[in-house]
Every structure is written in structure tokens, then in C-alpha cells.
């Protein structure tokens, strides 16, 4: 009992030693506002359906930059925010634009902590010596004449920096002009959110943004396929503290090591769907080359191992070859074949009735197998991975094109199908037909579901008609308890036709639309607002 009184009188002399440190600084320190120019400049696309995208939802002009900024003027400023930036002999150009972003935010709340990891560049450390960094909230630390590596650099301006949480921004990106306040928003409207995330898109090498990443929301199993977080990250520095840091052994995919380790804690995680921060590409890095830092998947599939080990999950980790690198897959270790109650699509009769420890496989009598137990196999390995409550496969026609690769809960309860009619080997936005995700809704033809579950739930609600809108009611009625539903794309199912198993379909979706009207308002958790609802590959949504 003491000890939480004595943190909360800690938390709360913090917060107000914040709230002065902060306001002192702006009474000397205005900000500094971007140009016309600077705003005209960074946000110019070489995609022009994305530039239609940019124009609507990021900061153009002056005026809109000093909107926003009156806006962070109402905060107390108890909440700080301290940005980690480890630099290397980086190119002077694209260090002054990284330095600028961060100092032409709308919020005034920030840290910037600069940490010098051995640079020779005599260019390099003139910027850092310039007047640039003359702001109170920059910290710059050189950190002598050997590089010690990213993670060391990186937990050196951690054990440095005076915020609550702590984001990481890398010496050539730029952050979006209001990165910081958005983090803030969400941080002051929930205290309790321990890790934030926000999209992102890249910087091309003609200096123009492409490549957006409009991600999902938190996504346990998305994550064992690899990291589709990175980019713009913040933590609570005491979690950060808590799991130890970043560790050097892991450095290329420190940053996919730290989040992985950080989940096992079961932290909240907010995921902000704007595009705050911009990538770039440059000679010998990732985003441009692949192949440049070949170390870093390498360390990427050891992280991935140790998690694996931590949570005593028996499998092995492998690159997904048929995609780009980054890609990972997990190959669980031989077991015996299941215990399996099929049950044919054609009789609800049967399927209100089950019951017992088997594990339900529910399918149309249209869908077979390519090989029965392999494939039921690959969906049954999932449902040992905790809180994971029904998966689902692939299936694909006979003249290999995409049936199902995954499904879109839309806002008016019908379900978009990405890449359907596509070749079977086409990958995808985030090579969302390839990979192992989350997903809301199960494809109602074929899908495994957790006996537990079953018997929590009591089955499906018959209230509805049509199939498939009880197969939908019952996911969501899953994920309300906690369960989360799977999409694996290595069990491959072939369907002569598209099944269709719905009955009165308008009564039922109106049903299903009144019932989950809240969850349907806020959008689908595993499809990003930004994304257009009416396109089957992912394409941005501009009004």
C-alpha cells in the first residue's frame, strides 16, 4: 500500500516537474514554424491517387499548422514525449530534414535525443554542433570514437531522456508535423495505453512520399510473420525498462525484438491510422535494397526463435521465400493428426447439436481438400496458440485464382473478399494473401473453431437464417471474450464454385448491422480507415 502511494506522489511531482520544465522553455523557446515551401515539398507524392490522399488528411499550410498548434497550446504539458535518435555518419541533407521534423511540430511537448554513435563524418557532427540543436529540448550526446551499435545507442539516449515514453526515429526519416500531438491526444485520453503505433508511407529517392503502409490494429498473430508495426513506435519507458531494453545481439531487428518481447507482457497498444511517419530510401538501407543488411532478417528469425521459446510455442521459424524479405513462417513441429468432427455446411440441424472435445471443422460440401490431413493439420496447430479461437484457410478454384484470402468486415455488414479472382500467387497489400494474420470474419465455407470457445459461446445464434451470418455473429461474439480468429494461408482448400450459403440475406444483415452497430461504426480492427471498403487490393480511400 505504501509503495503505491509513494508512486502516485512520484508520478504526480513528475508530471508537474514536466508541466514547468516545458512551459519555461516556450516562454524563451517559440516554435519555429514551417514554410510554404517546407510543407509544399514533403508532402508531395509520386502516386497521384495517394497525392489526392495526402491533400486531405495532412498538414498543407501554414495555417493549418498553426491551427493545430493553438489546439497543443490547451495541454498542461505534464506528459512529455522523448524521441531516440541514433546517428551515423548520416548525410547532411537528410539529418537537418530529420532534425527539422521534429522541431517543426505542432506540439511544443517533446524531447529530441540525439546520440552520436562514433561518427568520422566531419559534416555529420557539424550539424549536430550547429545551431540546429540550440533548443532546450534537444539533447545531443556524443558517444566516443567506436560505434557501439543501434541498440547501444539507443538505450544510452533511453537512460538519458526525461519522458514518460519514449518513440524512435531514425537519423535519415522524417516525422509527419503532427506526429507528437497525435501521440499525445491518444495518450491523454487513455494513460493506461503502454505502446503506440501509426503508419507510415516512404520518402523516394527524388525526395517524394510513395509506398504507404495503412496497418491494422494490434495484431498478435500478424506479428509472428513478421514486423508489420516498425515505424512510428512509442513505449511506456518503464516497459522498456522492464523487459531491459534493446539488445545488441538483435541489432538490424532490434526494434522487432523489443516489440515482441514487450507483447509478452500484454501491454494496451493503440494503434493511431495516420501517416506520421516517412521512410526513406537510401544507398545500404532496407527500405531501398533488401538484400543491403542481410544480417538484419537473419536477426529478425532469432528474435522470432526466442519468442517462440518464451512462450513455449513448438515451431520453427522460416523465411516466407516466395516473398520479399522481412517475411517469416512458422512450421510447427509434427503432431498427430487432430481429433475432427466435420461437419457438411448443409445441415444447421446437426451443427446447433454438436457438442464434446473435438475440435468442429465446419464445411460446404462444395470445398475438399488437396490433402485432408495436411490441411486440417496446418489449421488445428493454431488453436494451440493461446486465446486463438477459430482459423481459417485459403481456397482457391481449380483454375488456381483466389477464392478466400482472408475477409473484410464492412460497415454495412457485408464482407469484401481482398484479391479474389486474382492468381493464386498474387501476395497482396502487406502480402496480406501469404501470410498468417488476424482477421475478424472466418470465410463460413471452411473454418475450425476452438471446442472451448464453442462451449463459452454455446454455439451459434440461430436467429439468423442465413449461415454465414451466424458464422459472422459468432467471431464477433468471440472477439468480445477475448478470442481472435486466424487466417492461414498454408491450408489450401479447392472449390469447384464459389459456395453460396446465404438465405434471406437482407433480413439477416439488417439484423446483424442493428446488433453489432457499435463494432460496425468503428470499422473493421484488422482494415485501416484509410483504406477504401469498395476496393478488393487495399487502395486508398480519397473523398
Known amino acids: 500500500m505504501l509503495k503505491k502511494i509513494l508512486r502516485h506522489f512520484y508520478r504526480l511531482i513528475s508530471s508537474k516537474l514536466n508541466e514547468f520544465r516545458y512551459r519555461s522553455m516556450l516562454r524563451f523557446n517559440p516554435p519555429i514554424l514551417p514554410n510554404k515551401f517546407i510543407l509544399n515539398t514533403w508532402?508531395?507524392?509520386?502516386?497521384?491517387?495517394?497525392?489526392?490522399?495526402?491533400?486531405?488528411?495532412?498538414?498543407?499550410?501554414?495555417?493549418?499548422?498553426?491551427?493545430?498548434?493553438?489546439?497543443?497550446?490547451?495541454?498542461?504539458?505534464?506528459?512529455a514525449i522523448s524521441i531516440v535518435t541514433p546517428v551515423f555518419n548520416t548525410r547532411v541533407d537528410v539529418l537537418r530534414e530529420c532534425i527539422l521534423s521534429v522541431r517543426y511540430q505542432t506540439s511544443p511537448y517533446w524531447q529530441l535525443i540525439l546520440v552520436d554513435d562514433g561518427s568520422t563524418d566531419k559534416n555529420t557532427l557539424s550539424v549536430l554542433n550547429s545551431r540546429l540543436c540550440d533548443d532546450p529540448r534537444i539533447y545531443v550526446i556524443f558517444n566516443g570514437k567506436k560505434g557501439s551499435g543501434i541498440s547501444a545507442?539507443?538505450?544510452?539516449?533511453?537512460?538519458?531522456?526525461?519522458?514518460?515514453?519514449?518513440?524512435?526515429?531514425?537519423?535519415?526519416?522524417?516525422?509527419?508535423?503532427?506526429?507528437?500531438?497525435?501521440?499525445?491526444?491518444?495518450l491523454m485520453m487513455n494513460p493506461a495505453i503502454d505502446i503506440l503505433y501509426s503508419d507510415r508511407d516512404m520518402?523516394?529517392?527524388?525526395?517524394?512520399?510513395?509506398?504507404?503502409?495503412m496497418k491494422p490494429d494490434w495484431s498478435p498473430e500478424t506479428l509472428l510473420s513478421g514486423n508489420y508495426l516498425f515505424h512510428f513506435m512509442c513505449y511506456r519507458k518503464q516497459l522498456i525498462n522492464k523487459v531491459g531494453g534493446l539488445r545488441s545481439d538483435y541489432?538490424?531487428?532490434?526494434?522487432?525484438?523489443?516489440?515482441?518481447?514487450?507483447?509478452?507482457?500484454?501491454?494496451?497498444?493503440?494503434?493511431?491510422?495516420?501517416?506520421?511517419?516517412?521512410?526513406?530510401?537510401?544507398?545500404?538501407?532496407?527500405?531501398?535494397?533488401?538484400?543491403?543488411?542481410?544480417?538484419?532478417?537473419?536477426?529478425?528469425?532469432?528474435?522470432?526463435?526466442?519468442?517462440?521459446e518464451r512462450r513455449n510455442i513448438k515451431a520453427t521459424v522460416i523465411e516466407n521465400k516466395a516473398l520479399w524479405r522481412g517475411n517469416y513462417q512458422l512450421q510447427f513441429?509434427?503432431?498427430a493428426t487432430p481429433s475432427v468432427k466435420e461437419i457438411i455446411i448443409d445441415s444447421l440441424s446437426s451443427i446447433t447439436d454438436f457438442s464434446g472435445t473435438k475440435q468442429p471443422l465446419f464445411f460446404h460440401d462444395a470445398a475438399y481438400h488437396t490433402e485432408n490431413a495436411q490441411s486440417v493439420s496446418e489449421l488445428a496447430v493454431w488453436l494451440s496458440v493461446e486465446d486463438v479461437g477459430i482459423v481459417c484457410g485459403k481456397c482457391i478454384s481449380p483454375e488456381n485464382t483466389i477464392i478466400y484470402g482472408g475477409a473484410v468486415m464492412k460497415s454495412d455488414g457485408n464482407v469484401l473478399f481482398p484479391y479474389r479472382g486474382e492468381v493464386v500467387t498474387e501476395p497482396g497489400y502487406m502480402a496480406i494473401t501469404q501470410i498468417v494474420h488476424n482477421i475478424s470474419v472466418p470465410d463460413y465455407n471452411c473454418f475450425l473453431v476452438q471446442p472451448a470457445l464453442w462451449a463459452?459461446?454455446?454455439?451459434?445464434?440461430?436467429?439468423?437464417?442465413?449461415?454465414?451470418?451466424?458464422?459472422?455473429d459468432l467471431a464477433l461474439r468471440a472477439a468480445a471474450k477475448g478470442w481472435r480468429v486466424v487466417y492461414n494461408p498454408r491450408s489450401v482448400f479447392v472449390c469447384d464454385t464459389i459456395p453460396e450459403v446465404f438465405t434471406k440475406q437482407n433480413s439477416d444483415q439488417k439484423r446483424f448491422c442493428e446488433k453489432w452497430s457499435k463494432w460496425l461504426d468503428k470499422g473493421d480492427p484488422f482494415y485501416n480507415p484509410n483504406l477504401s471498403e469498395q476496393s478488393i487490393c487495399y487502395e486508398v480511400h480519397c473523398p
Open 333 to 335: 513441429d509434427s503432431v
Open 251 to 308: 541489432d538490424g531487428s532490434q526494434d522487432y525484438d523489443l516489440i515482441l518481447r514487450c507483447s509478452d507482457h500484454h501491454p494496451v497498444v493503440k494503434h493511431i491510422p495516420r501517416v506520421l511517419y516517412h521512410w526513406r530510401q537510401c544507398e545500404l538501407s532496407v527500405s531501398l535494397d533488401e538484400n543491403a543488411k542481410s544480417y538484419a532478417f537473419d536477426a529478425g528469425i532469432r528474435a522470432l526463435e526466442d519468442t517462440l
Open 43 to 79: 508532402n508531395r507524392s509520386e502516386w497521384p491517387d495517394y497525392q489526392c490522399w495526402i491533400d486531405s488528411n495532412s498538414i498543407n499550410t501554414v495555417q493549418e499548422w498553426k491551427r493545430a498548434n493553438r489546439q497543443c497550446q490547451a495541454f498542461d504539458g505534464s506528459l
Open 203 to 213: 520518402i523516394s529517392t527524388g525526395n517524394r512520399r510513395f509506398m504507404h503502409l
Open 153 to 186: 545507442a539507443s538505450n544510452r539516449g533511453i537512460t538519458e531522456a526525461s519522458g514518460d515514453y519514449i518513440a524512435f526515429l531514425d537519423h535519415d526519416d522524417r516525422l509527419a508535423t503532427d506526429a507528437i500531438q497525435r501521440f499525445y491526444d491518444a
Open 456 to 472: 463459452v459461446l454455446g454455439g451459434f445464434d440461430t436467429v439468423y437464417q442465413s449461415f454465414a451470418y451466424q458464422v459472422y
